[in-house]
């Protein structure tokens, strides 16, 4: 498993890291506090609080490099 912070405070943001998690095989997760939620949903998103960075789990270490590299070229 691979962490990384993400900070997707807009509904575009939101809508990028989903269309990328989609493009991969692996199971995705989003953490902020105690809520974990399917990083493949955006509904599931829009339960946590955003208003600061989440943790995204990556359990797919074969892909997690190239899932880092396109959210870090899309969300900042």
Known sequence: MV???????????IR?????VNNHQG????????THVN?????GIFSLDISRPVLLNIYNEDC?????????ATLN
């Open 16 to 20: 990028s890291l989903v269309k990328i």
């Open 3 to 13: 962490t990384q912070s993400v900070h997707i405070d807009t509904l575009d943001k």
């Open 64 to 72: 997690a490099e190239e899932v880092i590299r396109e959210l870090s």
């Open 27 to 34: 199971r995705f997760e989003l953490i902020s506090g105690s």
């Open 39 to 43: 990083a493949r949903s955006a509904m």
